[in-house]
């Protein structure tokens, strides 16, 4: 059971960094060997779960036993005495250095390498660093030098304890030896080039979690679920396998930045390639042509779909897995980051009962998000829904969806004539790309319909320029044109681990704020937590450039006024640049000036 005197030198230390008091402390005392008790189950319980076993071994720590009382924090009551705060005092205590263990920084070869999973699963070990000096090691109980010493010699080299919190540990462990396990059963049994036989057709896919994986699933079944899984786990909107010359890799994108997770041995690469083809139903054998292809999965509450693209490359088929979260992808569209007045200008726009209204921005910048978002505000049972999508982003059964086929004649332009035969209320267009297709979509306009749709421009004045070279006559652009939203992602500043910071004169420079020479402005930074992984940053948020067609504006379409004027003249009317939304998102502590500067242009340099 618990180690008694480690419980009391820990408790001892708390109290005397005022973190809790004495009567705090005699009561972990007092009731200490009773509440272990429940916890343990419920932590043996959780280890099955996780390492697949009936049986297993746990011991319980006494920094785990003083967390499960959820103390508060004495001086601060918003902070919980709980097990990464114990820890970090622990390793000051002992003069060891506290790290977070975050998977995506950590290098899968050092950590499966340095020992196998059991070893580091009953000892809760993982290796950080190893260099030819030292190996750096994360360890749970920093007491226990015997271990420490025992490693030393088998190593040959110094050991560097650094100190992480024990959940870390065994989720680090889960995920990494986990997937190495598949890995290393993959690659015996595919050592050639045989793909496995996979059976499994249907459509959607359960996935609780990485305890559902069943021992005796296939190596690669396992192996390509871990990788789903932890995509999910850690908000990924896409998942790359990407073949090199000696080994694969698999990178994710979360929050918008790529990170690269695993490598797989080169051998695998062919059998999850296989395994990821018959889940969204593509031609196993062709190697050759670019393939599309989906599948759902379950995941704890949710049914998420995943869009799969392979295309052949260098060394092998690529493979791209595009994660539609309905958690992102169908929001409130007031939690997509507009301000009142902007949002209330787009509630004006999309409830409209006709006309067209256009979001634009480059590829991967929350186009598809706001179109369904909208959408989904719009539905109800009286109106009827139709998409016409390329492809279909993700399947919604209030909407009437439809997939463009370009090789058989299924188009964006002509498959809008058929639509309208259809009685609809209000269509999205997934893209205006040509003549036909923008023509025919002013026509739908014209012709009483709600029209949703994006085009590529980078902001929302060149819009109008854009339909006039697809062959859009002025006129009909001002008669059917509501406005026009454009918008850019960045990154959202992680509010568990936000502190305030002064924007220096070099900052406001850069962002042209004018009127800050001498004063103290305050902006938010993430400091880094476990979870944001230690980025400072946690989900995204929108900037928002809206242009709601005025008198004026209209008349300038008519004029054929350039784009500028027309810029110029939404900014007349209040309209924030990307720029100004973005200084105004930092302002009220949502973003960074980084983000900023790295997603949005000067306004001046228009």
Request: with cysteine.
């Amino acid at each position: 059971m618990i180690d008694t005197r480690r419980l009391i030198e820990i408790l001892d230390y708390l109290v005397a960094k005022n973190v809790i008091h004495s009567g705090q402390r005699q009561d972990v005392i007092n009731r200490g060997g009773e509440q272990a008790r429940h916890i343990l189950l419920d932590k043996r319980a959780d280890m099955r779960r996780l390492m697949g076993r009936q049986r297993v071994s746990y011991k319980l720590s006494a920094i785990e036993l003083v967390a499960s009382f959820r103390f508060k924090h004495r001086q601060d009551e918003e902070q919980a005495v709980d097990e990464e705060m114990i820890t970090r005092m622990v390793a000051e205590k002992l003069g060891i250095p506290f790290v977070v263990l975050d998977p995506l920084k950590l290098d899968y070869q050092v950590v499966t390498s340095a020992f196998g999973g059991p070893f580091a699963e009953r000892h809760q070990v993982i290796a950080v660093e190893d260099t030819p000096d030292h190996l750096t090691l994360a360890v749970a109980d920093p007491w226990d030098r015997e271990l420490l010493g025992s490693i030393a010699r088998v190593k040959g080299k110094p050991i560097h304890p650094v100190l992480a919190t024990k959940s870390q540990i065994i989720r680090v462990i889960v995920e990494f030896h986990g997937f190495r396990r598949s890995m290393r059963a993959a690659e015996a049994e595919f050592g050639g080039s045989v793909a496995p036989d996979l059976s499994n057709l249907e459509q959607l896919y359960a996935l609780e979690g990485v305890s559902n994986v069943d021992g005796t699933d296939q190596p690669v079944v396992r192996a390509v679920w871990f990788l789903i899984h932890y995509a999910l786990e850690h908000r990924a909107s896409d998942i790359h396998i990407e073949p090199k010359r000696e080994e694969s890799w698999v990178r994710m994108r979360i929050d918008g930045v790529l990170h690269r997770i695993h490598r797989l041995p080169r051998v695998v690469h062919g059998a999850v390639l296989s395994r990821l083809k018959m889940l969204a139903r593509l031609d196993i054998a062709e190697r050759r042509r670019p393939q599309d292809g989906r599948f759902k999965t379950r995941y704890q509450k949710y049914e998420v779909e995943l869009r799969v693209s392979t295309v052949p490359t260098a060394f092998g088929e690529k493979v791209v897995i595009r994660v539609f979260d309905p958690g992102i992808l169908l929001q409130d569209i007031e939690k997509l980051g507009f301000f009142p007045r902007e949002h209330a200008q787009f509630r004006r726009m999309i409830q409209s009962h006709t006309g067209l209204v256009l979001v634009v921005g480059p590829t991967g910048s929350g186009k598809t998000t706001t179109l369904y978002s909208s959408l989904h505000h719009l539905c109800s049972p009286r109106v009827n829904v139709i998409t016409l999508e390329d492809p279909i982003e993700m399947i919604h059964e209030d909407f009437n969806q439809i997939a463009m086929q370009p090789r058989i004649g299924v188009t964006f332009g002509s498959a809008l004539k058929n639509v309208l035969r259809q009685d609809p209320d209000i269509i999205m267009v997934g893209e205006i790309r040509d003549e036909e297709t923008a023509t025919n979509v002013i026509q739908s306009a014209l012709t009483g319909h709600m029209v949703l749709s994006t085009i590529h421009t980078g902001e929302a004045a060149s819009a109008v320029g854009r339909l006039t070279d697809l062959g859009v006559l002025p006129f009909l652009i001002s008669s059917v044109l509501i406005g026009v939203v454009a918008q850019r992602l960045v990154r959202r500043v992680c509010p568990h681990c936000a502190v305030d910071v002064e924007m220096t004169e070099e900052q406001a420079f850069a962002l042209r704020i004018p009127g800050t020479r001498g004063r103290r402005l305050k902006i938010k930074e993430g400091r880094g937590c476990v979870k944001c992984r230690h980025t400072g940053y946690h989900g995204r948020t929108g900037l928002f450039e809206v242009m709601p067609m005025t008198p004026r504006i209209q008349r300038l379409i008519n004029e054929r006024a350039s784009t500028q004027d027309i810029k110029r003249e939404a900014l007349n009317d209040g309209m924030l640049t990307l720029r100004e939304y973005g200084i105004k998102k930092i302002a009220h502590g949502l973003t960074t000036i980084e983000e900023v500067l790295a997603t949005t242009d000067d306004p001046r340099l228009y």
